[in-house]
């Protein structure tokens, strides 16, 4: 049976929960996030730090000064990218057996990571620093009936591309952006593919050939199953 | 051989809009668009570079991307972490090594297990392997560009004593697929090490020869010198990265200025960076690092530590829930993974940040007003990767 991870996690591993682990503050990140809390204020919804890379999440009135603060103020000249997070869990529809069962089970609730979150759609960014070797991310929800953010471009030049790519994948508006039009898919394509409940049809049609290639040779199936934790190997 | 810098006058911003000037000034004699790929031999793949032309001179130009999109972004969502590696080889296909360490190492942050010494030497060993490789192609290919095709020759040649380096330590030329969360899957073989000693003498011997020959060379010279600069601010602000931004003058290099990672922090290496940023310092850049690399290979040879290769890992991976960025210093530039998990044996979301994609976004500003020939240039001196761009 495919096991269901939150189940079995008996420790709870959420980000910032264990002082002094992996997700504990940095004290550069620290005075980086004290001197953006000061020029941001109020747009702050929420801070924490992923593996030592502070990530901050702003109101969507602040996410355009966040990134003139960032730049400016906090000399993150870089723009390493933007993106968008779909934190609804992939739909599994008639149960966890049906469709493609090669496929890592992920947990069923929709969880938020890092600085938390509201509602399912998420862009993110991260920006560095040249010159002081400093680097921050940062996050803005989405509000699901309206799918729009302001746009970068004013502040990051390479913006354009990132934030093109964004709203084919994900269908997020960025505003002010001076021609959002595909970037990589055909301009016929229909949906928005990085979005969780848009199926990978590849799979759908025909599940993943990947466990014929473990299965064992006769006399051996029984290892070869526990090692992929396989469902149910046939003996073919 | 030159080992001094050489200093080009003109302020870029000044070029840039004299550029400008002229495109908008003269006599409209009407626009022609011409299409560059996708199967144009300058291109390396399927770019496809839409360019308006005013006579001889670019006005716009529009690079049309993702006739390779595989969609990796998505497709890691249905694999394990293992997996994952199989696929994230495919994005710079010339140093698919390099694009596997920082993903195994996003991982290994979220587990928070460390793989042994001996593994993180033996990483950074095939890492700065896959940089002679990848950015040796380029010192040959860049002669190709402006019409000399002998040191092509020499870079396929003398490429192929380095695959076979990576060909011998992890049993694929171009996808090792080499690398465990942990460590590795294997050890050197016998004898490798003496022979990659020999190899890296051979490559710095090279280096040299493409010195002598294009560096100083008039023809070569005059077809890059104060072509496609790249200022520094506007550079940093596409995201435009590794050694294309240190020959804007940014001397910044995440293999000493990042997060430590891999064996760099012990290793004794230089920066190079170049004031001019055009085509010919980002040439010179490269032919620099190259052999900063085949220094770092014989160092790394020299203080190879003893120990295991792999590091205790649960024979089922499950990512502890959490998220991680990280980002190393790839041949191309800055490769970045950013990994989301939420506790299962595969990730939730992982946003790929490759080096070419930012690399080539500022392509429609860097090719307004340039002439044809030296799109050609421009676009060989940026040194991209389809796959890499189109992910």
């Given amino acids: ?236 | 051989m030159t080992t001094t810098t050489p200093h080009f006058e003109l302020d870029p911003r000044a070029l840039r809009h004299l550029a400008d000037a002229q495109v908008n000034v003269e006599l409209d004699t009407g626009d022609m668009v011409l299409n560059l790929g996708p199967q144009h031999p300058a291109t390396h793949g399927t770019l496809r570079l839409v360019v308006r032309l005013d006579g001889e001179r670019v006005v716009a130009a529009d690079p049309v991307i993702g006739y390779m999109h595989r969609g990796y972004e998505k497709l890691t969502e249905f694999r394990t972490y293992p997996q994952v590696t199989t696929l994230i080889n495919r994005i710079d296909w010339l140093s698919s090594f390099a694009n596997e360490v920082p993903f195994i190492w996003a991982a290994e942050l979220l587990m928070e297990i460390e793989a042994p010494p001996r593994a993180q030497w033996i990483r950074t060993l095939l890492t700065e392997l896959s940089r002679i490789a990848t950015i040796y192609l380029f010192l040959g290919e860049m002669g190709l560009q402006v019409g000399a095709l002998t040191p092509a020759f020499w870079a396929f040649r003398d490429r192929e004593l380095v695959l076979n380096l990576i060909e011998a330590a992890t049993g694929g030329r171009f996808h090792p697929n080499f690398n465990r969360i942990g460590g590795l899957k294997d050890d050197l073989p016998w004898g490798w090490i003496a022979e990659c000693r020999r190899a890296m003498r051979r490559i710095l011997d090279g280096c040299d020869d493409f010195e002598d020959v294009l560096v100083g060379n008039e023809i070569f010279e005059a077809r890059t010198r104060g072509v496609g600069i790249i200022p520094a601010e506007l550079g940093a602000a596409y995201g435009v990265s590794g050694a294309n931004l240190r020959a804007s003058g940014v001397d910044w290099d995440l293999r000493r200025d990042g997060r430590p990672y891999l064996a760099y922090p012990e290793l004794d290496f230089k920066v190079w960076t170049h004031p001019d940023g055009d085509s010919f310092a980002r040439y010179w850049v490269r032919l620099q690092e190259t052999r900063e690399s085949a220094r770092m290979v014989l160092q790394l040879l020299d203080g190879l530590p003893s120990g295991p290769i792999m590091a205790k890992v649960p024979r089922i991976i499950k990512v502890p829930e959490g998220e991680c960025w990280v980002e190393t210093e790839n041949p191309l530039g800055q490769m970045g993974y950013y990994v989301i998990s939420k506790g299962a044996t595969g990730p939730f979301r992982v946003k790929i940040r490759s080096a070419s994609f930012s690399n080539v976004s500022i392509l429609p500003w860097l090719l307004r007003g340039v002439y044809v020939p030296d799109v050609i240039t421009i676009l060989a001196s940026l040194y991209f990767i389809l796959g890499d761009i189109d992910r």
Avoid: N
Wanted: overall charge negative; aromatic content about 8%; charged content about 25%.
């Fill in chain 1, 1 to 236: 049976m495919p096991e269901d991870p939150t189940a079995t996690d008996a420790t709870p591993t959420g980000p910032g929960e264990r002082a002094g682990g992996r997700d504990a503050p940095d004290p550069r990140g620290a005075a980086l996030l004290d001197a953006l809390v000061a020029r941001l204020g109020d747009g702050i919804i929420e801070s924490a730090f992923a593996c030592g890379t502070p990530v901050v999440r702003v109101r969507r009135e602040a996410w355009r000064r966040a990134a003139e603060v960032a730049k400016h103020d906090l000399a993150c000249d870089y723009l390493s990218f933007i993106s968008g997070i779909d934190w609804q869990p992939a739909p599994r529809p008639a149960g966890d057996d049906s469709g493609d069962t090669s496929a890592p089970v992920q947990p069923t609730e929709m969880t938020f990571g890092a600085a938390g979150g509201a509602g399912r759609f998420q862009v993110f960014a991260h920006v560095s620093s040249t010159a002081r070797h400093h680097g921050l991310t940062l996050k803005v929800d989405v509000d699901e009936d309206e799918m729009r953010v302001p746009s970068w471009v004013p502040v990051y030049a390479g913006a354009d591309w990132h934030e093109r790519e964004c709203w084919e994948m994900f269908g997020v508006v960025f505003d002010g952006h001076p021609s959002l039009r595909r970037l990589y898919l055909p301009a016929e394509f229909e949906g928005h593919p990085l979005r969780k409940d848009f199926p990978l049809l590849a799979r759908e049609v025909k599940p993943w050939p990947g466990l014929v290639d473990v299965e064992g040779m006769p006399g051996e199936a029984t290892e070869a199953t526990e090692a992929t934790e396989a469902t149910e190997v046939s003996p073919g």
